[in-house]
């Protein structure tokens, strides 16, 4: 196997909809972790489910990379669950969010998924999509229950099955890869998942430019789509160590 390294950049626009942003984007190049939690709605529990979430989540995995697995993941978020779930029980609202992670241990990569913030792949032009939305959409689509652009199918997508401050404390979904020199990744929120395209997001991540390069198109084109939402987008390349 080849060994790889990460170049990788974030940003995050707040767009038109909200006068405050509720995302919350954590990245450390090396070793790589990158963490797009997206809060629930506009208030005080959004923006502390956020932080707290991320924060405790990032705090709370080994030093190690190499010690770095399935189950340290699992306790991650378990304690995330519980932290926030705190919050919650202080504000006495609607305390929640999305988590997912890119978290780099040895030579492979984890990714971590709770909610519908997304994780994708470029590898041989061909996009991927590496995460599951945790939703009634999600749910809906795949079960054929309603058509995917019904107005059944648009108010599903704010029902979320799973995420961070859910009162059963859910599991996230925890995969492993084998990155390939040539690979793209993304981690996004749902700002960018459901305002960009799918062909605009594979060009974007096939051209020729930096991370923060594409990091900006991506955002300007949420923008430019109405910036209905917060969006948040991490790029990470994969090239030769």
């Given amino acids: 196997m080849t060994e790889c390294a990460f170049r990788a950049a974030g940003a995050s626009v707040t ?18 972790l990158a963490v797009v939690a997206d809060g629930m709605g506009d208030g005080e529990g959004s923006r502390v489910a956020g932080r707290t979430g991320t924060g405790v989540f990032v705090d709370r995995l080994p030093a190690a990379g190499d010690a770095i697995d399935a189950a340290a993941l699992r306790a ?38 709770l909610g519908d913030s997304r994780a994708y792949r470029l590898r041989d032009g061909l996009l991927e999509l590496l995460t599951t939305d945790h939703t009634m959409a999600w749910l809906g689509a795949v079960n054929g229950w309603y058509a995917f652009d ?7 997508r704010y029902q979320l099955t799973r995420y961070l401050g859910h009162p059963a404390h859910p ?9 390939r020199p040539g690979d793209v990744l993304l981690l996004c929120s749902d700002g960018v998942a459901e305002q960009v395209p799918y062909e605009r997001i594979r060009e974007v991540l096939a051209a020729s430019a930096s991370p923060a390069g594409q990091v900006g198109r991506l955002l ?22």
């Fill in 76 to 113: 991650a978020v378990a304690r995330a669950q519980a932290a926030v779930g705190e919050a919650g029980r202080r504000i006495g609202g609607l305390t929640g969010c999305t988590l997912t992670a890119l978290v780099a241990a040895g030579e492979a990569l984890w990714i971590v998924q």
């Fill in 171 to 179: 599991e996230p979904d925890v995969l492993n890869l084998a990155p």
């Fill in 15 to 32: 767009g038109r909809r909200y006068s405050d942003n509720f995302d919350v984007l954590h990245l450390r190049e090396s070793p790589l």
């Fill in 150 to 156: 019904s107005p059944e199918a648009h108010a599903a």
């Fill in 220 to 241: 300007a084109d949420a923008e430019a789509a109405g910036g209905h939402d917060n969006a948040t987008a991490v790029v990470v390349q994969v090239v030769p160590a």
